[in-house]
């Protein structure tokens, strides 16, 4: 697999696991390691980049979707659509080097989320134990899954999961907003007066993948759990609602599935963020959405199955009949 220069310095930095969190007391004096619900800290190491050396953002700017000349059609974005607000669309092309969009959207302060290495893009409300928190990238990772932070406790949280781990806040589960991934083209068809977030004021290669090819690639990058059964790729796609898992080649192939009280439906026009250098290039992945049996959206997850693995062994394969 070929990864442009990001991710090799970040392989020259990693950290070794450490059997206790000893190691890190010094970068992180306000968090307290005694609460935690992390049973083996070998789990947890160094990503590569230190503390906020990933930039979250908050309180990001918005354009109309009339005034967006930079995402092509087949761009991945994160749309988030709050009854009696305008539909907001976030860039994977920004996500890919923040991770984290702190906003509020009408009077809803939400975390927006996307962790490249699982492809895990999840929609999280920020109020907490009657507070409003705000959330950074924590530098860790957890069965390669982003360890995200809070700057009111410092306290330590699984992305994927969407719980504190570490901390004050160990524990506690965020609750997890209806979002979903669809292309660029899709989300300015059914929004044609939408929001979309406007480009961040950091040097970065917007719209440059800096994991290329790593959709395609066997191995997780820093994972050294199980891999999936079923003779699963570990960087095949599913669809995660709750405990369950639905393989993105059943949706594609059946196009719609109706089961568990859900109805999925997949339609082609959404290029991969993680397959070619250029994002709006990549690999046909399709945009999914899942709903209710109202019709209503519901909260969900499109990630690489080996992720859904390590954070639900026990969870259930909804494979084909």
Same mark, same amino acid.
Request: glycine share 8%; aromatic share 12%.
């Given at each position: 697999?070929?990864?442009?220069?990001? #991710?090799?310095a970040?392989?020259?930095?990693?950290?070794?696991a450490?059997?206790?969190?000893?190691?890190?007391v010094?970068e992180?004096?306000?968090?307290n390691?005694?609460?935690?619900?992390?049973?083996n800290?070998?789990?947890?190491?160094?990503?590569g980049?230190?503390? /906020?050396? #990933?930039p979250?953002?908050?309180?990001?700017?918005?354009?109309?979707?009339?005034?967006?000349?930079?995402?092509?059609?087949r761009?991945?974005?994160?749309?988030?659509?709050i009854?009696?607000?305008?539909p907001?669309?976030?860039?994977i092309?920004?996500?890919?080097?923040?991770?984290i969009?702190n906003d509020?959207?009408?009077?809803?302060?939400?975390a927006?989320?996307?962790?490249?290495?699982?492809?895990?893009?999840?929609?999280f409300?920020?109020?907490?134990?009657?507070?409003?928190?705000?959330?950074?990238v924590?530098?860790k990772?957890?069965?390669?899954?982003?360890?995200?932070?809070?700057?009111q406790?410092e306290s330590?949280?699984?992305?994927? #999961?969407?719980e504190?781990i570490?901390?004050?806040?160990?524990?506690?589960?965020l609750?997890?907003?209806?979002?979903?991934?669809?292309?660029?083209?899709?989300?300015?068809?059914?929004n044609p007066?939408?929001?979309?977030?406007?480009?961040?004021?950091f040097?970065r290669?917007y719209?440059?993948?800096?994991?290329?090819?790593?959709?395609?690639s066997f191995?997780?990058?820093?994972?050294?759990?199980?891999?999936?059964?079923h003779?699963?790729?570990?960087?095949a796609?599913?669809?995660r609602?709750?405990?369950?898992?639905?393989?993105?080649?059943?949706?594609?192939?059946?196009?719609?599935?109706r089961e568990?009280?859900l109805?999925?439906?997949w339609?082609e026009?959404?290029?991969?963020?993680? /397959?070619s250098?250029?994002?709006a290039a990549?690999?046909?992945?399709?945009?999914?959405?899942?709903?209710?049996?109202?019709?209503?959206?519901v909260?969900? /997850?499109?990630?690489?199955?080996?992720?859904f693995?390590a954070?639900?062994?026990?969870?259930?394969?909804?494979?084909?009949n």
């Amino acid at each position: 697999m070929r990864m442009i220069p990001l #991710i090799t310095a970040a392989l020259m930095w990693v950290t070794p696991a450490h059997a206790s969190p000893d190691f890190w007391v010094h970068e992180w004096p306000k968090t307290n390691f005694e609460l935690t619900s992390v049973e083996n800290w070998v789990e947890i190491m160094s990503g590569g980049p230190p503390k /906020d050396g #990933i930039p979250a953002l908050t309180a990001p700017d918005f354009i109309s979707v009339i005034d967006e000349n930079r995402l092509q059609p087949r761009e991945p974005v994160i749309t988030l659509e709050i009854e009696g607000e305008v539909p907001r669309a976030y860039p994977i092309r920004y996500l890919t080097w923040h991770e984290i969009v702190n906003d509020t959207v009408g009077d809803l302060p939400v975390a927006v989320t996307f962790c490249p290495l699982c492809n895990s893009g999840i929609t999280f409300d920020r109020r907490v134990r009657g507070q409003v928190l705000e959330f950074g990238v924590s530098g860790k990772l957890r069965f390669s899954d982003m360890v995200m932070y809070d700057r009111q406790t410092e306290s330590w949280w699984q992305q994927a #999961i969407g719980e504190g781990i570490v901390g004050e806040m160990t524990g506690v589960e965020l609750e997890t907003l209806p979002s979903w991934m669809e292309s660029w083209d899709a989300f300015v068809a059914r929004n044609p007066d939408g929001l979309v977030m406007q480009q961040p004021s950091f040097g970065r290669r917007y719209g440059a993948n800096p994991y290329v090819r790593y959709d395609s690639s066997f191995q997780p990058f820093l994972y050294s759990g199980e891999m999936p059964p079923h003779d699963i790729p570990a960087l095949a796609r599913v669809v995660r609602v709750g405990d369950k898992a639905w393989p993105l080649t059943r949706l594609s192939e059946e196009g719609e599935v109706r089961e568990a009280g859900l109805t999925f439906t997949w339609r082609e026009g959404q290029a991969s963020a993680l /397959d070619s250098e250029r994002i709006a290039a990549g690999k046909e992945v399709g945009n999914v959405r899942v709903r209710d049996a109202n019709g209503a959206d519901v909260a969900h /997850d499109v990630m690489f199955a080996f992720a859904f693995h390590a954070f639900w062994p026990d969870g259930t394969w909804m494979l084909a009949n």
